[in-house]
């Protein structure tokens, strides 16, 4: 086992271990139907950077319960660790039997290049697709110019991955893509196939489970300008919302200054390994 795998990053505060499963294969509702693959919550409380475990368990369940035949992929997601996504979009796409995509309450940041993973993409008529740049939180951290400028090296070459994903699958310029991501665009679900990131609007059908249920997903949901309203928590769910953004950014996590020193120390270790 490598070094980085004794200390997996967390990206969002929640409730899993490290190296836990964040997704959830079911059998065929009927026969001859397509097994099914939950993701409800963040792609992943840990980043899967320096991580074998994790996408390896992945590979394997998707290999075990596709057995290769048909996969319905449903998501309700505020995304998470990109690597994560990214590492989880190819296992999908070399995998040998058809994956469909069906997102049920929404798809945003990271679980976007996890949904485009499907060869056709679904989207409830009251789900909603985000994408935005990509980000690092930075407090209590003492960075120099040249982990500044690694960090800021890293984010572009993350969000052009990004760009030439969304417009190699929607047909939209890059540039225009760009753009849409620097504004945090959040798309209906009307919208996130008139832009070609989904095929098809779907109704009926039952409620995707509750996200506010999730402090993992809430988490990543604060760390968002343009949540829509209707994503929001009202009334009794908001007394069990954590403090406000304005409360949080106030007052900086321990665990997250940690986190991030061992993002850069990892950083740091590997650019030293490619010189």
């Excluded at 930075?138 to 120099?144: C, D, F, K, P, R």
Aim: net charge negative; hydrophobic share 40%.
């Amino acid at each position: 086992m490598s070094q980085h795998n004794k200390f997996p990053i967390r990206c969002f505060e929640g409730s899993a271990n490290p190296y836990e499963p964040f997704w959830k294969f079911r059998d065929a509702a009927e026969p001859g139907g397509s097994t099914e693959l939950e993701l409800y919550g963040p792609i992943s409380e840990y980043s899967w950077l320096g991580d074998e475990i994790t996408p390896k368990k992945f590979k394997d369940d998707l290999n075990k319960f596709g057995s290769g035949g048909p996969v319905l992929l449903k998501i309700n997601s505020p995304g998470g660790d990109p690597i994560a996504a990214s590492v989880m979009r190819t296992i999908m796409m070399e995998y040998s039997g058809e994956i469909t995509t069906r997102i049920d309450g929404m798809a945003a940041s990271a679980a976007v290049a996890v949904a485009l993973a499907g060869k056709s993409i679904k989207i409830m008529d009251t789900a909603y697709m985000m994408i935005h740049d990509p980000a690092v939180v930075v407090m209590m951290a003492a960075l120099n110019i040249e982990t500044l400028g690694a960090l800021r090296d890293d984010l572009k070459s993350i969000k052009q991955g990004l760009v030439d994903t969304y417009a190699a699958r929607t047909g939209l310029n890059a540039d225009r893509v760009s753009r849409m991501m620097t504004a945090e665009t959040w798309m209906s679900a009307q919208e996130a196939v008139s832009y070609g990131f989904a095929d098809e609007v779907i109704s009926g059908g039952q409620k995707p489970a509750n996200q506010f249920s999730n402090m993992a997903f809430v988490n990543a949901l604060q760390n968002y300008v343009n949540v829509p309203q209707a994503l929001l928590p009202r009334d009794a769910e908001a007394e069990s919302m954590p403090e406000s953004r304005d409360q949080a950014e106030a007052k900086p996590d321990p665990r997250k200054v940690e986190a991030l020193r061992n993002y850069l120390k990892v950083h740091a270790q590997s650019k030293i390994k490619e010189n």
